[in-house]
């Protein structure tokens, strides 16, 4: 966490350049921007790809050689344009409201401030900002840090990159303004009155109480003394709305468009649904809108996207997993592989993400659905194991469809190993049956279970000090409350940018040194990851059911 010094230090160099050297030589005269410009310097900003196809190529530091995706902007500048600081690193923001702005050092209002020597300039020109992408110098002639490439660019994609930068800003995005910011949480389906209460009660909680802890801020905000300003500036009473989506998946986008349209909003926080994902990603995805942190087994798992962040790759993960473990330990999964599943149910994707890795390795996973209506009765149980004598059995199935799971070794020789997935069925390991547990281990995606009570104790402590503990979806409170407060750290310390962007490329950094923790071991998000965890862990039911599991295998990043 920054100092209050250490901010105000890089919040100057957010908005200066750096060591003085000579300046360099002005480029021609930049002809008028045109109509697709910024389409064409996206992609150079983005991808670093020239608008003939060709690799953006640069130098940096006098010497090293940077081409593509290396010397894309992106890279150092980011998605929002507003940079970063992390470390001993800083990059400045190239946003068009900022670098076409002067920087000043002093107070203009009391006449004692200028625009020229060491982090100050003019505001930049087309001309003066095509020479500080080519030649390095920057508008106030002194060269920018050794670490900016100096690009080698035509000066029509210099037009065309001068044009896309224009289109980023500082400015505040939808749903935040001079006092407040909007947020949202989604119920989607047939979700439990139980678990919408346990979601929404920490949303609520928490809003209400951090509203209450900064009510004097409004008045510090607009008089605050000259050397608090920079803390007061940021400060916004939040506003939180509960977006309800019924009926069928395919129709929850056109509520959500609607609800948005009414109401936008800054960013969608946490969120639970009946069903996939898909429909909420791609309506966040539309709308550019951030969604922190939902609590699904099935996201979008799509490395392009960018607005939805997620803890884990869900079911696609555990089945991954699954098909990583079997294949490395053998011993430990021995015999034919036959997976059990409900069609349209959650367990389907596991099911099918172990069967596509298990194929692209030349092995097989056979496979038996569970039809709709159908339930796994005692009978079900007796024919499976009579059709796969000696097999591993992944079951991708919840809970409800267990209780009758004992006759699954009622007979000989039954299961050689029987897999669950403890997402599927929290507290599975207390329903497997006397005679299969020793045959058991679980998709375990969480942390270790003697680990997992000290990992989440200071949640727990929270929800009980708040009366709003709920044992039987303790998951959906607790990744709730991470999520709500990953998103209050990070405007803490976002430089007064309330830019939906800049809110989610602040993760990056936060994410490992979080005092809030999730269920998961290992969270990180690097450049372009929109999942936090990774892997998961195979655990060994104890042997009765009040005794604890433990890991049998080390984690799993498939």
Known sequence: MFSARARAAALLALAA?????????????????????????????????????????????????????????????????????????????????????????????MEMARTTGP?????????????????????????????????????????????????????????????????????????????????????????????????????RRTRPPMDMEFEYIRYRDWILDVWTVTG?????????????????????????????????????????????FPTTDLPVVDATDFYTVYFTRGMTLE????????????????????QVYREGRPGATAAAALARRALAEGRQAAGVALPAGETASPAFWERLAAAHPGATLAVWLEAADLADLASLGAGQPGPARLFLSSSLVPGGAGLVPAALRARTRLVHPFEKPDQFDLRVQRTRTWLRSRKIASP???????????????????????????????LLEQFERMIPSMVVTAYYPRMTLGAGQRFGSKGAYIVKPGDRPESPSTAVSGWIVP
């Open 472 to 502: 039987r979806d303790e998951r959906t409170q607790v990744e709730a409350f991470f999520a709500v407060s990953i998103v209050n750290e990070a405007l803490m310390h976002n430089y007064n940018f309330f830019v939906r962007e800049y």
């Open 319 to 338: 089945g991954e997993a699954l098909a990583a473990y079997s294949k490395s330990q053998p011993d430990d999964a021995p015999g034919r592989l036959v």
């Open 119 to 219: 982090n100050a300039r003019p505001a930049y020109t087309d001309e003066s900002l095509a020479t500080a992408l080519v030649s390095g110098a920057g508008a106030n002639g002194i060269a920018l840090d050794p670490g900016m490439p100096r690009y080698a660019i035509p000066d029509a994609d210099l037009r065309h990159l001068i044009a896309y930068l224009k289109t980023l800003s500082s400015k505040a995005s939808p749903g935040a303004d001079a006092s407040t910011i909007r947020f949202a949480t989604i119920v989607a389906g047939d979700v439990t009155p139980e678990r919408r209460k346990a979601l929404v009660d920490v949303m609520e909680t928490f809003v209400r109480e951090k509203n209450a802890g900064t009510r004097y801020e409004d008045r």
């Open 17 to 109: 350049a750096g060591t003085a050297l000579a300046a360099a030589p002005s480029r021609p005269t930049q002809p008028p921007i045109q109509a697709g410009d910024a389409d064409a310097g996206r992609r150079i900003y983005m991808e670093g790809r020239l608008s003939s196809g060709a690799p953006l190529e640069g130098t940096a530091r006098g010497t090293e050689r940077l081409a593509g995706q290396q010397a894309a902007c992106v890279s150092c500048h980011r998605r929002s344009g507003l940079g970063l600081v992390e470390g001993g690193m800083t990059s400045l923001p190239v946003t068009g409201d900022i670098l076409y702005r002067p920087v000043w050092r002093g107070r203009p209002e």
């Open 248 to 292: 069928p998946p395919a129709s929850w986008r056109a509520q959500l468009d609607a609800l948005y349209l009414r109401q936008p909003v800054f960013a969608v926080l946490s969120g639970v649904a009946e069903g996939p994902w898909a429909p909420i990603h791609e309506f966040c995805e539309a709308t550019r809108l951030p969604c922190v």
